[in-house]
C-alpha cells in the first residue's frame, strides 16, 4: 500500500493568517492527490483534486500544488470556517490511501 | 444534487456481521463507482472498497477475506457487509460517490453511521 503521511499533525493558527500542510507520499503518485475537509461529526468535504484542481464551490484561498511524492494545501487568509481536519487521499493505486488528518484550530 | 445516507445497526456483537445500506437519491447509480469508507475513533479515513454500478467489487486487502459490497440498482441502494468483526471495527462507516475520473476522488458523501462492536 500507498504509504501517505501529512505534517503537521495539528497546528494552531489565527484568522487571516496563511497555513501550509504537507502531505507526502511513500512512492511517486504523479498528481493523483486529493484534498480533504473534514469537520466535527460531520463527512468529509472535498476541496482539491489532481493535487491542484479547485472543486467548484471551493473558496480561492484554498490551493493546492506538488507532483511526484510531495504536495501542499495552503490557505491564505484564514476564515472563522475553515478550523478543521484537513485530508490528503492518494488515487494512485488501490487501496486508496489517507493521510492521518492535520487538525487545524484556533490559536 | 446528490445526496447518500447510511443506515444499519449501530450496535453489532463480535464475530457476528456488519450490515450497512447506503441509499442514492437525487440521481441514479448508473455510471458511477461507489464506495464504502471507515474513520475510527481518533484515527484517518480508510477505504473500505468500491463497487461499479453494474458490479465488480474490488476491495482493501487488509479487509479482503471478511468484507462484501453488493448494489441494488432498482432501490439506488448498495450495501457493506463485513464479518466476524471485532472490538477494532467499532468506526463511522461513511459511504460515497467514487473514484470519480481519472484524478479518482470522492466527490459526495453520507454523513457516517457510528458502528460499535460489543456485547
Known amino acids: 500500500d500507498i504509504q501517505m503521511t501529512q505534517s503537521p499533525s495539528s497546528l494552531s493558527a489565527s484568522v487571516g493568517d496563511r497555513v501550509t500542510i504537507t502531505c507526502r507520499a511513500s512512492?511517486?503518485?504523479?498528481?493523483?492527490l486529493n484534498w480533504y475537509q473534514q469537520k466535527p461529526g460531520k463527512a468529509p468535504k472535498l476541496l482539491i483534486s489532481?493535487?491542484?484542481t479547485l472543486q467548484s464551490g471551493v473558496p480561492s484561498r484554498f490551493s493546492g500544488s506538488g507532483s511526484g511524492t510531495d504536495f501542499t494545501l495552503s490557505i491564505n487568509s484564514l476564515q472563522p470556517e475553515d478550523f478543521a481536519t484537513y485530508h490528503c487521499q492518494q488515487s494512485f493505486a488501490s487501496p486508496y490511501t489517507f493521510g492521518q488528518g492535520t487538525d487545524l484550530g484556533i490559536k | 444534487q446528490v445526496q447518500l445516507q447510511e443506515s444499519g445497526p449501530g450496535l453489532v456483537e463480535p464475530s457476528e456481521t456488519l450490515s450497512l445500506t447506503c441509499t442514492v437519491s437525487?440521481?441514479?447509480?448508473?455510471?458511477?463507482?461507489w464506495s464504502w469508507f471507515r474513520q475510527s475513533p481518533g484515527k484517518g479515513l480508510e477505504w473500505i472498497g468500491q463497487?461499479?454500478?453494474?458490479?465488480?467489487?474490488r476491495y482493501t486487502p487488509a479487509l479482503m477475506s471478511r468484507v462484501s459490497i453488493s448494489v441494488d440498482t432498482s432501490r439506488n441502494q448498495f450495501s457493506l457487509k463485513l464479518n466476524s468483526v471485532i472490538a477494532a471495527d467499532t468506526a463511522v462507516y461513511y459511504c460515497?460517490?467514487?473514484?470519480?475520473?481519472?484524478?479518482?476522488?470522492?466527490?459526495?458523501w453520507g454523513q457516517g453511521a457510528m458502528v460499535t462492536v460489543s456485547s
Open positions: 489532481a493535487a491542484s
Open positions: 463497487i461499479f454500478y453494474s458490479g465488480g467489487p
Open positions: 460515497a460517490r467514487g473514484p470519480l475520473t481519472v484524478a479518482g476522488f470522492f466527490d459526495s
Open positions: 512512492q511517486n503518485i504523479n498528481n493523483y
Open positions: 437525487g440521481g441514479s447509480l448508473r455510471s458511477y463507482y
